[in-house]
C-alpha cells in the first residue's frame, strides 16, 4: 500500500538537499539555481518504529521489514504557476499524484544562497505556493461546474451531489481559505476526495532553518507553526544540510553528531513520523521467527482491510484474526505469554485493526 508525499517549495529553500537526506542518496542534484530538478526524483524511505526492534527481539525473527513511505521531489515553483509560469503545469500534474505535500520553507539567512524573490520571508513564500495551487484548484472547479450543467437539468443524482461539493470547494477559495479547512461528511468523504483538489491534500510544512536553530527553531519557524496552526495544517523544524551530513554517517556517529547538537532524534525522522500522523496513518505488525514486518494501513480499517494489504486472497478469504496489543505482546514476552494470560484475542470482520496491533490472520484459500 503506496504513499506519497511531495516535496514542494520556492527554488533555493532545501528541497533537493532535504531528498538527498531522506533517500540517504545523491539522487537529486542540489544547485544554486531555479529548476535543477526538472523530473521529479522518487525515493522510499522507512519509517522509524522503535515498537519493530522490540517485537523482533522477542521473537528471535530474522528479519526485520519496517514500513515504508514514497517521497517525491517535485520542481520549484514561481508565481504563475497556476498559468503555466515556470515549470508550472508538470509542477501542478506532479503534486496532484501525490497524498500529502511536504512544503519546504526558507528559515534561514544565506547571503551565498540565492534567494528567487530577494528576500528570506516564509509566510510570503508559503502564501506564494498556496495562492497558486487554489488558482489552479478554482479553475478546475469552475470548469466542472460548467460541465455539470446539462446533468443537473436531468436531475441526475451523481451531479447534484458533485455540484453541491464543488460549491463548498469554490466559496472557500473565492475567500482565500485552501479547501482542507473544510469539514466534510462522512458520507461525503469518497466523493470528495474524486474531486482531487490539489488544495484538499494535507500539508506539512518543513522548516528549514541553520545548524543553530536546528533544536529550537527561530522566529522564522515560529511564525510558520502559527500559519500552519491556523489553516489545518502541521510543521516541523530542521535544518537540510545537517540532516545531509547525518546521511553519510553511520549509528554510531549518527547518535554522537545529534547529541552534540541537542538533538534527541533526527529531523527526518520527525518528518517521516509527521508525514505519517498527515495521512492518517497507523502500523500493525505480523510477528514470527522469520521476519517481523511491519504494515501500513489507513486509520478506522478493518481487519478484513488490513489483511488485503499483505494480499488480497487475505481480504477475500477472511475468517478470522488472532490479535494481541503491543504492550500485551511485550509485557508477556510474545504470542505464547499472551496466549496463556487471555490476551489474545479472534477478531471478526468488523473489527477496526488498532495502531500497534500484531496479527495473525486465517483465511479460506
Same mark, same amino acid.
Given at each position: 500500500?503506496?504513499?506519497?508525499?511531495?516535496?514542494?517549495?520556492?527554488?533555493?529553500?532545501?528541497?533537493?538537499?532535504?531528498?538527498?537526506?531522506?533517500?540517504?542518496?545523491?539522487?537529486?542534484?542540489?544547485?544554486?539555481?531555479?529548476?535543477?530538478?526538472?523530473?521529479?526524483?522518487?525515493?522510499? /524511505?522507512?519509517?522509524?518504529?522503535?515498537?519493530?526492534?522490540?517485537?523482533?527481539a522477542?521473537?528471535?525473527?530474522?528479519q526485520?521489514i519496517?514500513?515504508?513511505?514514497?517521497?517525491?521531489?517535485?520542481?520549484?515553483?514561481?508565481?504563475?504557476?497556476?498559468?503555466?509560469?515556470g515549470?508550472?503545469?508538470?509542477?501542478?500534474?506532479?503534486?496532484?499524484?501525490?497524498?500529502?505535500?511536504?512544503?519546504?520553507?526558507?528559515?534561514?539567512?544565506?547571503?551565498?544562497?540565492?534567494? /528567487?524573490?530577494?528576500?528570506?520571508?516564509?509566510?510570503?513564500?508559503?502564501?506564494?505556493?498556496?495562492?497558486?495551487?487554489?488558482?489552479?484548484?478554482?479553475?478546475?472547479?469552475?470548469?466542472?461546474?460548467a460541465?455539470?450543467?446539462?446533468?443537473?437539468?436531468g436531475?441526475?443524482?451523481?451531479?447534484?451531489e458533485q455540484?453541491?461539493?464543488?460549491?463548498?470547494?469554490?466559496?472557500?477559495?473565492?475567500?482565500?481559505?485552501?479547501?482542507?479547512?473544510?469539514?466534510?461528511?462522512?458520507?461525503?468523504?469518497?466523493?470528495?476526495?474524486?474531486?482531487?483538489?490539489?488544495?484538499?491534500k494535507?500539508?506539512?510544512?518543513?522548516?528549514?532553518?541553520?545548524?543553530?536553530?536546528a533544536?529550537?527553531?527561530?522566529?522564522?519557524?515560529?511564525? /510558520?507553526?502559527?500559519m500552519?496552526?491556523?489553516?489545518?495544517?502541521?510543521?516541523?523544524?530542521?535544518?537540510a544540510?545537517?540532516?545531509?551530513?547525518?546521511?553519510?554517517?553511520?549509528?554510531?556517529e549518527?547518535?554522537?553528531?545529534?547529541?552534540?547538537?541537542?538533538?534527541?532524534?533526527?529531523?527526518?525522522?520527525?518528518?517521516?513520523?509527521?508525514?505519517?500522523?498527515?495521512?492518517?496513518?497507523?502500523?500493525?505488525?505480523?510477528?514470527?521467527?522469520?521476519?517481523?514486518?511491519?504494515?501500513?494501513?489507513?486509520?478506522?480499517?478493518?481487519?478484513?482491510?488490513?489483511?488485503g494489504?499483505?494480499?488480497?486472497?487475505f481480504?477475500?478469504?477472511?475468517?478470522?484474526?488472532e490479535?494481541?496489543?503491543y504492550?500485551?505482546?511485550?509485557?508477556l514476552?510474545?504470542?505464547?505469554?499472551?496466549?496463556?494470560?487471555?490476551?489474545?484475542?479472534a477478531?471478526?470482520?468488523?473489527?477496526?485493526?488498532?495502531?500497534?496491533?500484531?496479527?495473525?490472520?486465517?483465511f479460506?484459500?
Amino acid at each position: 500500500m503506496g504513499f506519497k508525499t511531495g516535496i514542494v517549495g520556492l527554488p533555493n529553500v532545501g528541497k533537493s538537499t532535504l531528498f538527498n537526506a531522506l533517500t540517504r542518496t545523491a539522487a537529486a542534484q542540489a544547485a544554486n539555481f531555479p529548476f535543477c530538478t526538472i523530473e521529479p526524483n522518487v525515493g522510499d /524511505v522507512n519509517v522509524p518504529d522503535d515498537r519493530l526492534e522490540k517485537l523482533a527481539a522477542i521473537a528471535a525473527s530474522k528479519q526485520i521489514i519496517p514500513t515504508r513511505m514514497t517521497f517525491v521531489d517535485i520542481a520549484g515553483l514561481v508565481k504563475g504557476a497556476s498559468k503555466g509560469e515556470g515549470l508550472g503545469n508538470q509542477f501542478l500534474a506532479n503534486i496532484r499524484e501525490c497524498d500529502a505535500i511536504a512544503h519546504v520553507v526558507r528559515c534561514f539567512e544565506d547571503d551565498d544562497v540565492t534567494h /528567487v524573490d530577494g528576500r528570506v520571508d516564509p509566510l510570503a513564500d508559503a502564501e506564494t505556493i498556496e495562492t497558486e495551487l487554489m488558482l489552479a484548484d478554482l479553475e478546475s472547479v469552475e470548469k466542472r461546474l460548467a460541465g455539470l450543467s446539462r446533468k443537473l437539468r436531468g436531475n441526475d443524482r451523481e451531479a447534484v451531489e458533485q455540484n453541491r461539493l464543488l460549491l463548498m470547494a469554490r466559496e472557500a477559495l473565492e475567500q482565500g481559505r485552501p479547501v482542507r479547512t473544510l469539514e466534510i461528511a462522512e458520507e461525503d468523504v469518497r466523493a470528495w476526495r474524486m474531486l482531487q483538489l490539489l488544495t484538499s491534500k494535507p500539508v506539512l510544512y518543513v522548516c528549514n532553518v541553520d545548524e543553530d536553530a536546528a533544536a529550537e527553531g527561530n522566529a522564522h519557524s515560529d511564525a /510558520v507553526k502559527r500559519m500552519a496552526e491556523a489553516t489545518g495544517a502541521a510543521a516541523v523544524v530542521i535544518s537540510a544540510a545537517i540532516e545531509e551530513e547525518i546521511a553519510q554517517l553511520d549509528d554510531a556517529e549518527r547518535d554522537e553528531f545529534l547529541e552534540s547538537l541537542g538533538l534527541e532524534e533526527s529531523g527526518l525522522d520527525r518528518i517521516i513520523r509527521a508525514g505519517h500522523a498527515l495521512l492518517g496513518l497507523q502500523t500493525y505488525f505480523t510477528v514470527g521467527p522469520k521476519e517481523a514486518r511491519a504494515w501500513t494501513f489507513p486509520k478506522g480499517a478493518t481487519a478484513p482491510q488490513a489483511a488485503g494489504i499483505i494480499h488480497g486472497d487475505f481480504e477475500r478469504g477472511f475468517i478470522r484474526a488472532e490479535t494481541i496489543a503491543y504492550d500485551d505482546f511485550v509485557s508477556l514476552n510474545g504470542e505464547q505469554g499472551a496466549k496463556d494470560a487471555g490476551r489474545m484475542r479472534a477478531e471478526g470482520k468488523t473489527y477496526q485493526v488498532r495502531d500497534g496491533d500484531v496479527l495473525h490472520f486465517l483465511f479460506n484459500t
